[in-house]
């Protein structure tokens, strides 16, 4: 009879602990990136030549009680939920953001990530760094003050496209942005005129913001195509430095009544560019936009995949550290075994309120159970003592 108090003890013990593992996923029902534990029991077993309470016969194994078992973590995903910063990362699949802290390294399924003072993207409230993937595929932290600026670069050509109708006159194209060397821009107004009675036959006069003239040069064509011999014309700005080449390749001269569709298609060159966005691109990689139009990528954001994600060590604020056991690899967004980064989501907790408190009464029921045990064998422990005296 001793020996099931010992049983219910044990019981009274396992269903406080899955109380404490069931109430903790519940009181984090709405915290970012959680990943619920599973609750489970195991019977114990054993018999007195192992130093286990046996009050049985010689030699048969008895039930010792139980026990919980060794807590598992779900990593089932939780809902990616949409916020309005391009810095909220989150993953649409199994692989896990790398954080790099001196020599320590952590792991998060979640994030609100922001460029701290030198220039590095860390954790909100941390120092932890979100790694990308070096050249050998090695996590590194990034550091974007480098990338801050995005440099000139001078116009050189212009490419034009469409038609320029052969029975118009005149035609104008205005405000053509062109940049010098030192990123300055140039506004240059494009009249092309020609004579009514010689059809094939342009002159193309180029003038600048403030209608000084910059050049004016003879474009032909033969049978409605750029003759090749002016197929490139080369205008000059003394004031600005520049020299920019027109490429009419591709422009045709066809009769459309007084409507030409001339357009400059391509203009090479920019002014100087400030950082405008700093997001996820669909390649997973972290991509500056710039103010003069520009992207540069920076980096494949690093994602770990585990082997056994139970070999993980769950801590706070959703981070989780490896103890060293068991495979881990580095690998890109691209790769489907770790799934895509998505900016603007925070993955939610994946904790069901429903299966949790249905876990909770099955706590509730196995403990009041122990503790009847408990209960019983003490009465009939008490009877026993009544015997003395009696007869």
Do not use: C
């Not at 062109?178 to 094939?200: A, I, M, P, Q, Y």
């Not at 430095?241 to 298609?265: E, I, K, N, P, W």
């Not at 002014?271 to 139009?293: C, D, F, H, P, Q």
């Amino acid at each position: 009879m001793f020996g099931s108090i010992y049983i219910g003890l044990s019981g009274l013990n396992a269903y406080s602990e899955g109380l404490k593992t069931v109430s903790n996923n519940v009181s984090n029902l709405n915290t970012t990136g959680f990943k619920a534990s599973d609750v489970s029991f195991s019977d114990v077993y054993g018999s007195g030549s192992s130093g286990g309470l046996d009050y049985t016969s010689s030699g048969a194994k008895a039930g010792h009680g139980v026990s919980l078992q060794d807590i598992s973590l779900n990593f089932g995903q939780g809902e990616l939920r949409q916020t309005d910063r391009d810095l909220d990362l989150a993953i649409d699949g199994g692989g896990f953001f790398v954080l790099l802290d001196g020599d320590q390294t952590l792991y998060t399924r979640t994030g609100s990530f922001m460029v701290n003072d030198e220039g590095y993207i860390v954790l909100s409230g941390t120092d932890y760094r979100l790694a990308v993937l070096d050249n050998s595929g090695r996590p590194v932290s990034l550091n974007i003050d480098a990338s801050r600026t995005s440099p000139p670069e001078e116009t050189t050509k212009i490419k034009f496209a469409d038609n320029l109708s052969s029975t118009a006159t005149e035609f104008s194209i205005a405000d053509v942005k062109v940049f010098d060397e030192r990123g300055k821009e140039h506004l240059w107004t494009l009249k092309f005129s020609r004579e009514e009675t010689v059809f094939d036959e342009w002159t193309l006069k180029v003038t600048d913001a403030g209608g000084a003239e910059i050049g004016s040069k003879t474009l032909k064509f033969i049978a409605g195509i750029a003759d090749p011999t002016t197929r490139t014309l080369t205008f000059a700005d003394s004031a600005s430095g520049l020299s920019v080449d027109f490429d009419f390749s591709r422009v045709s001269s066809f009769s459309s009544g007084t409507v030409s569709s001339l357009r400059a298609s391509e203009v090479d060159g920019q002014g100087t560019g400030s950082v405008t966005r700093l997001a996820v691109n669909a390649k997973g990689e972290l991509e500056i936009t710039y103010s003069n139009e520009e992207k540069k990528a920076l980096g494949a954001i690093a994602l770990a995949d585990f082997r056994d994600p139970q070999t993980l060590e769950q801590r706070s604020s959703g981070l989780f550290a490896h103890n060293g056991f068991g495979q881990v690899q580095y690998l890109p967004a691209e790769d489907s075994r770790v799934g895509t980064v998505l900016s603007r989501r925070l993955e939610a907790s994946n904790v069901d309120l429903g299966s949790q408190f249905a876990e909770l009464i099955l706590i509730q029921r196995g403990f009041q159970a122990s503790s009847q045990i408990i209960s019983v064998s003490n009465d009939m422990i008490q009877q026993l003592f009544g015997i003395r005296g009696q007869g």
